[in-house]
């Protein structure tokens, strides 16, 4: 069973840092990496999916992945208060059929 | 617009009964999921479905009952075999069951959500 770790929240920032996520799996290797945000309340919704090695950006997030390493980071640039929620990382399994999410980080973006 | 629709947003069940959730997804995704998340905690998968007529359990499918009669629903029984039914119940499909982990169309959209709670 793939083991989904991700950094135990909740995270607080101020208005206007970086906020840097963690991920990190063990027990199979995998080729891709899901984030996920979940609103209070809300249904997940799919804010960046990386698949090699090295940085991914869109527009304030950054996504970096290390394959070797099994660790996958997403970063947040000059954060907002509309940016508090919680952050799911989810690999999908070798043969992209299902999904193993992590516990979830909880971020707070303090103005 | 496609998209996914559950109901009810909110559910509430005396013990003892069975109660259903609804599912639909007018996207013409071959896969659709069920989940379970408890406060403070991640997405666990309760059962899935691959294509119609064919479903498989998750890592929690004691106590719930699914049926895949047609593509586009994937209705959620939780019967009163489940002992702690509290929870957000969160309905998702994806675009093909089996795709290349590298495939830009490998993701999973969600529902808005079932919340659930037993009186």
Known sequence: QKEVEQNSGPLSVPEGAIASLNCTYSDRVSQSFFWYRQYSGKSPELIMSIYSNGDKEDGRFTAQLNKASQYVSLLIRDSQPSDSATYLCAPPDNYGQNFVFGPGTRLSVLP | ?119
């Open chain 2, 1 to 119: 617009d496609g998209g996914i629709t559950q109901s009810p947003k909110y559910l509430f069940r005396k013990e003892g009964q069975n109660v259903t959730l609804s599912c639909e997804q007018n996207l013409n995704h071959d896969a659709m999921y069920w989940y379970r998340q408890d406060p403070g905690q991640g997405l666990r998968l309760i059962y899935y479905s691959q294509i119609v007529n064919d479903f498989q359990k998750g890592d929690i499918a004691e106590g719930y009952s699914v049926s895949r009669e047609k593509k586009e629903s994937f209705p959620l029984t939780v019967t009163s075999a489940q002992k702690n039914p509290t929870a957000f119940y969160l309905c998702a499909s994806k675009k093909k069951y089996r795709d290349s982990p590298l495939s830009g169309a490998n993701v999973l959209t969600f529902g808005a959500g079932s919340r659930l709670t037993v009186l």
